[in-house]
């Protein structure tokens, strides 16, 4: 029996950058293995694509380029903030990381990376987008 779309499954993985530093892993999440639903758009395309045709027991290894992960990074996802649309008695410094509630219910974790007199410059691009990720990935269980 082979993983297909719309099947659930459950995966241990380890998710690198191309220098090796580890991003994430089932490790990181207490050893617990990650369930979804093949192709049903709950992980990047290419994690998903990995996945598809392995068989329980099959461990592989796949390179993901950013267009099949977070994307490529923006420049104009880069955006001045006046200081007073933070929230009060925060230290607004570099690497400041918050989540921002958008309109349409989407939150976004954005970073800000410079601050200056007009305002607090935040980064809205995923901490991973522009990044290549390399995946080790073992199909443990097809669920259903």
């Not at 990181?28 to 369930?35: A, C, I, T, W, Y």
């Not at 995923?126 to 669920?143: N, Q, R, S």
Request: proline share 6%.
């Amino acid at each position: 029996m082979k993983a297909e779309k719309g099947d659930t499954i459950r995966v241990e993985y380890e998710g690198k950058l191309e220098d090796g530093s580890v991003f994430d892993s089932t490790e990181k999440h207490g050893g617990k293995p990650l369930e979804f639903k093949v192709g049903a758009g709950q992980m990047i395309p290419g994690f998903d694509k990995a996945v598809e045709g392995m068989s329980v027991g099959d461990t592989k290894t796949v390179t993901i380029k950013p267009g099949e992960a977070y994307g490529e990074r923006m420049d104009q996802l880069v955006k001045l903030v006046p200081k007073d649309q933070f929230p009060k008695g925060v230290k607004i410094k570099p690497g400041l990381e918050l989540d921002l509630s958008m309109p349409n219910g989407i939150n976004l974790k954005v970073r800000v990376v410079r601050v200056d007199k007009k305002g607090a410059w935040v980064d809205m691009n995923h901490p991973l987008a522009g990044k290549t990720l390399v995946f080790k990935v073992k199909l443990l269980e097809i669920v259903s």
